[in-house]
């Protein structure tokens, strides 16, 4: 099986800066896209940001020159720099991953329990 867990979250004044890391394990054969998505109280879940293996990214109108999304292919992890925080990016934070298990399996999606991040005063 494949696992997802992220860490990072926290509560942060506005103005302020976290750095959320996700990290797979498991039964992981190769990762193709992967992203951050975030759920606020009572809205539907969004995208915030998505990477390609080969590193290209996306980002959401809300989060472009504020986010960051990195990977490091070699440990199977994604990292979302945030800067500049506003009380809107409050929500939980999902990690997504696209994961082959094996040669010519295709891929599946999986998902991370999800880490709350907080900006308020």
């Known amino acids: 099986q494949v696992q997802l867990v992220e860490y990072g979250g926290g509560s942060v004044p506005p103005g302020e800066s976290l750095r959320l890391s996700c990290a797979a394990s498991g039964n992981i054969f190769t990762i193709y896209g992967m992203g951050w998505y975030r759920q606020a109280p009572g809205k539907q879940r969004e995208l915030v940001a998505t990477i390609s293996r080969g590193g290209s990214t996306d980002y959401a109108d809300s989060v472009k020159d504020r986010f960051t999304i990195s990977r490091d292919n070699a440990k199977n992890l994604v990292f979302l720099q945030s800067s500049s925080l506003k009380p809107e990016d409050t929500a939980v934070y999902y990690c997504?991953?696209?994961?082959?298990?094996?040669?010519?399996?295709?891929?599946?999606?999986?998902w991370g329990p999800g880490t709350q991040v907080t900006v308020s005063s």
């Open positions: 997504h991953a696209e994961v082959a298990v094996g040669y010519g399996l295709g891929w599946k999606d999986y």
